[in-house]
Nanobody, 115 residues
């Protein structure tokens, strides 16, 4: 079983930056793909970015050029560096780790971007 705990959210002005962290209870080196998702009020949860164990990344169009996903397997932690934040980035951000047939989610961290 994998437990995921997000941190790093908060209130920031438009144009600002935040760095989210996702700490895993177990070794993430064996997890092929991990991702960051977000869900705004009244909207569906959407993929923001994903990263493989080999370091390959994939970004939603809304995140390209502004967000950077990374992982430190030695620390069992995944990160999301978010720059040039916009009010439309306001959402609860979740980390995600599919392991075999089970998909694990963290509890989420709130990001609020004021205009």
């Amino acid at each position: 079983q994998v437990q995921l705990v997000e941190s790093g959210g908060g209130l920031v002005q438009a144009g600002g930056s935040l760095r989210l962290s996702c700490a895993a209870s177990g070794r993430i080196s064996s997890i092929n793909v991990m991702g960051w998702y977000r869900q705004a009020p009244g909207k569906q949860r959407e993929l923001v970015a994903a990263i493989t164990s080999g370091g390959r990344t994939n970004y939603a169009d809304s995140a390209k050029g502004r967000f950077t996903i990374s992982r430190d397997d030695a620390k069992n932690t995944m990160y999301l560096q978010m720059n040039s934040l916009k009010p439309e980035d306001t959402a609860t951000y979740y980390c995600n780790a599919p392991v075999r047939s089970v998909v694990y989610w963290g509890q989420g961290t709130q990001v609020t971007v004021s205009s």
